[in-house]
């Protein structure tokens, strides 16, 4: 499979601890998204990279979460100390940075973050 | 503020009674619009992209169209498999990527 892979698809944690997920793009993508989606909700933009550089937070992105995405390659998204309102699915999306305006992502499975 | 608003947020279909999803936008300068279909537990799944105004594109029963305010997604003669949450996207000038809320359309056998 030459999609968007992301592991794990599903974290159950206690409030208080710290996650990390992984996400491994498009082999040819040198952008890499990170999203957060709620129940009923659209999926609501976090951060993103250009190869190994993060071009772009989301205000709404507390310190609490960090992103990596060293040689430009796979990417990790931290959770520290965990609270419930950050359960959510997280999806990792990849494109390719256009010559032209034209630009796609392409998501991945996304991981399902449940925090008790 | 960049806003993307779909309607409605839910649709029921008897199979084969074709609709259309609105998806309206007020990006300045967007540089393109995107639809998804997203399943259940799974990440969305891109189905097409239009960048200019008069743009249309198909696939199978599904067929996009853009204007400089709105996007139209067209699903004619739906079929049970067609079920699913569509969601709207924008790409604005700064290239974030805004989306809907999405539609919920469900297609009765």
């Known amino acids: 499979d030459t999609g968007v892979s992301q592991d794990p698809r599903h974290k159950i944690t206690k409030r208080g601890q710290n996650v990390t997920f992984r996400c491994d793009p498009i082999?040819?993508?040198?952008?890499l998204y990170w999203y957060r989606q709620t129940l009923g909700q659209g999926p609501e933009f976090l951060t993103y990279?250009?190869?190994?550089?993060?071009?772009?937070k989301s205000r709404l992105l507390s310190d609490r979460f960090s992103a990596e995405r060293p040689k430009g390659s796979f990417s990790t998204l931290e959770i520290q100390r965990t609270e419930q309102g950050d359960s959510a699915m997280y999806l990792c999306?990849?494109?390719?940075?256009?010559?032209?305006?034209?630009?796609?992502?392409?998501f991945g499975p996304g991981t399902r973050l449940l925090v008790l | 503020e960049d806003q993307v608003t779909q309607s409605p947020e839910a649709l029921r279909l008897q199979e084969g009674e074709s609709s259309s999803l609105n998806c309206s936008y007020t990006v300045s300068g967007l540089r393109g619009l995107f639809w998804y279909r997203q399943d259940p537990g799974k990440g969305p799944e891109f189905l097409f992209t239009l960048y200019s105004a008069g743009e249309e594109k198909e696939k199978e029963r599904l067929k996009a169209t853009l204007t400089k305010k709105e996007s139209f997604l067209h699903i004619t003669a739906p079929k049970p498999e067609d079920s699913a949450t569509y969601l709207c996207?924008?790409?604005?000038?700064?290239?974030?990527?805004?989306f809907g809320t999405g539609t919920s359309l469900t297609v009765i056998p």
């Open positions: 999306a990849s494109s390719l940075s256009p010559r032209s305006t034209q630009e796609t992502q392409y």
């Open positions: 082999s040819e993508h040198n952008r």
């Open positions: 996207a924008v790409q604005a000038p700064g290239n974030q990527f805004y």
């Open positions: 990279f250009q190869n190994e550089a993060q071009l772009e």
